[in-house]
Nanobody, 126 residues
Framework: QVQLVESGGGLVQAGGSLRLSCTAS????????MGWFRQGPGKEREFVVS????????NYADSVKGRFTISRDNAKNTVYLQMNSLKPEDTAVYYC???????????????????WGQGTQVTVSS
């Protein structure tokens, strides 16, 4: 298991930007596929994006393609989510998660990720 702590959430106007960070401790960070999920009010937790162990490949949900960018710095045990052109429908609690699955292309379900952060609130006002 790896322990994850998110930061960087907040309140922003539509069209604005936020950058989330997730720092890991515990077992080797670089051995995990990392992902971001979100859960809006009254909704189920949904996949946002994942990144491979090296950071070389990513998989985005259609709803955030072209607006969000995931990156990771294995030397700092940190994964980032840069969110641009934010919309009110992006309002949610954002969770960082770690997976030891093999293939990032098929790693996008909640059950594929074994370690989770506590979440950080992102609120986008119209």
């Amino acid at each position: 298991q790896v322990q994850l702590v998110e930061s960087g959430g907040g309140l922003v106007q539509a069209g604005g930007s936020l950058r989330l960070s997730c720092t890991a401790s515990g077992r080797t960070f670089s051995s995990y596929i990392m992902g971001w999920f979100r859960q809006g009010p009254g909704k189920e937790r949904e996949f946002v994006v994942s990144v491979t162990r090296s950071g070389g490949n990513t998989n985005y949900a259609d709803s955030v393609k072209g607006r969000f960018t995931i990156s990771r710095d294995n030397a700092k045990n940190t994964v980032y989510l840069q969110m641009n052109s934010l919309k009110p429908e992006d309002t949610a609690v954002y969770y960082c998660a770690a997976s030891n699955k093999f293939d990032y292309r098929t790693t996008y379900s909640v059950g594929d990720f074994g370690s989770w952060g506590q979440g950080t609130q992102v609120t986008v006002s119209s």
